[in-house]
């Protein structure tokens, strides 16, 4: 059974940072792709961020660019989102996730199966 657990959100200022952090279990961590989807109140939950398999690739959303940064370390089976200058409209519950198949770009979000239960994040003005 795959096991998705975050943690790292709080309440911050704008213009802060946050690092989430994403502990999985239940499979070979190093075999597949993570990824970070965030969900405002009112809105769909959308994409934020991914990390390939082996790190070689990551994707980030235009709203997200040159702030954030993702990252993974397979000997701690843990994906990381560092979220720097953080806005007000950056408030939201963040999850990770990560795919059914191994061996992925994780650029696809359809591809992610596997949920945690979120870690809500809040930027204050």
């Known amino acids: 059974q795959v096991l998705l657990v975050e943690s790292g959100g709080g309440l911050v200022q704008a213009g802060g940072s946050l690092r989430l952090s994403c502990a999985a279990s239940g499979r070979t961590f190093s075999r597949y792709a993570m990824g970070w989807f965030r969900q405002a109140p009112g809105k769909e939950r959308e994409f934020v961020a991914a990390i390939s398999w082996n790190a070689a690739s990551t994707y980030y959303a235009d709203s997200v660019k040159g702030r954030f940064t993702i990252s993974r370390d397979n000997g701690k089976n843990t994906a990381y989102l560092q979220m720097n200058s953080l806005k007000p409209e950056d408030t939201a519950v963040y999850y990770c996730?990560?795919?059914?198949?191994?061996?992925?770009?994780?650029?696809?979000?359809?591809?992610?199966?596997?949920w945690g239960q979120g870690t809500q994040v809040t930027v204050s003005s």
């Open positions: 996730a990560t795919t059914e198949t191994a061996y992925s770009t994780g650029r696809n979000s359809n591809d992610y199966v596997y």
